[in-house]
């Protein structure tokens, strides 16, 4: 998914376990996220990536960070 964001132009902005996964892809536009990244709507190519161990914590986050339009989770 990243491999396709990244053609489209998307720089990703990743929790410290997204940026272990990813910083390995070459090419891919990767910054590291910081807390103010959570619940922003960036209003450009810009997605915001953080990895959870269960979907109850996905949930949480959502609840606390999310805008109701555009969050997603990915398994």
């Known amino acids: 998914m990243a491999k396709e964001l ?3 132009g998307v720089e990703l902005h990743c929790d410290k376990e997204a940026m272990k996964i990813l910083k390995g892809e070459p090419g891919l536009k990767l910054k590291a996220a910081v807390k103010a990244d959570w619940g ?5 190519l810009i997605a915001a ?3 959870v161990d ?8 959502i609840a606390k960070y999310g805008s109701g339009h555009s969050e997603a989770i990915i398994n």
């Open 54 to 61: 269960s979907l109850d914590e996905a949930l949480e986050h």
């Open 49 to 51: 990536v953080k990895v």
């Open 40 to 44: 922003k709507e960036f209003l450009a």
């Open 6 to 8: 990244n053609k489209a």
